[in-house]
């Protein structure tokens, strides 16, 4: 009997491999985000899936790729055939892979993924790359991850990593907004209610300096 909860135990906790081939300047912001935070890239990737899987406002923009229908929570999206396969978007683009693992299983991230696959008429693996960058340039989730992570200090050398987040973000933003790193380090401060000693003395000062000049 031990044994066999065991075994039920390994396969609810079982995780896939995906690796998502994605442009140079996409895998660079991952990779600047993983910097910045001090954590694995695989884990920026996953968490970056997750966030994206749960926003009503990720979906509703990949939704006008799907060829399929897709249903994630209460909203059901209609598909159309007639629509060109979302792969057609990287051809000609350099790309590289990065790797991350998701949870396997009824209802867990890699599930999720290879329903958003079908409705794209893609591989699990291009609906990654496509869900990561919907995901990443939604402000929104550079937030939330941000605020979770940017409780120690901030180097000058991981605030110059996320101006250039910032500015990727803010490149041809499909959701037409405009992030600076004034308004983004302004939301932590309010969001994690700290004071210069946890966010750093150099992240104070460049605030400062932003204020002066309004």
């Known amino acids: 009997m031990r044994v066999e909860e065991k075994k039920r135990r390994i396969r609810s906790d079982k995780k896939r ?77 350099e790309k590289e892979r990065v790797s991350t693992r998701l949870k396997d299983g009824h209802g867990e991230t890699y599930d999720v993924l290879k329903r958003l696959a079908y409705a794209l008429d893609c591989s699990p693996a291009l609906a990654a790359s496509f869900l990561i960058e919907a995901s990443i340039r939604n402000s929104d989730f550079v937030d939330e991850y941000m605020t979770r992570h940017l409780e120690e200090e901030l180097d000058q050398g991981r605030l110059k990593e996320l101006k250039e987040v910032l500015k990727f973000i803010n490149k041809n933003n499909p959701y037409k907004e405009e992030y600076s790193l004034h308004n983004l380090i302004s939301y932590i401060m309010d969001e994690l209610k700290v004071g210069a000693t946890n966010l750093g003395s150099s992240v104070q000062n460049w605030l400062e300096s932003m204020q002066h000049k309004k």
Do not use: H, W
């Open 17 to 93: 491999d995906v690796k998502p081939s994605l442009p140079i300047d996409l895998k660079e912001c991952i990779y600047r985000l993983s910097y910045i935070t001090n954590t694995p890239v695989k884990n920026v990737v996953e968490s970056i899936c997750i966030s994206g899987l749960a926003s009503s406002k990720v979906m509703d923009y990949l939704s006008n790729y799907f060829r399929r229908g897709f249903s994630c929570g209460s909203t059901v999206y209609m598909g159309d055939m007639s629509k060109e396969p979302i792969r057609q978007l990287y051809k000609n683009i």
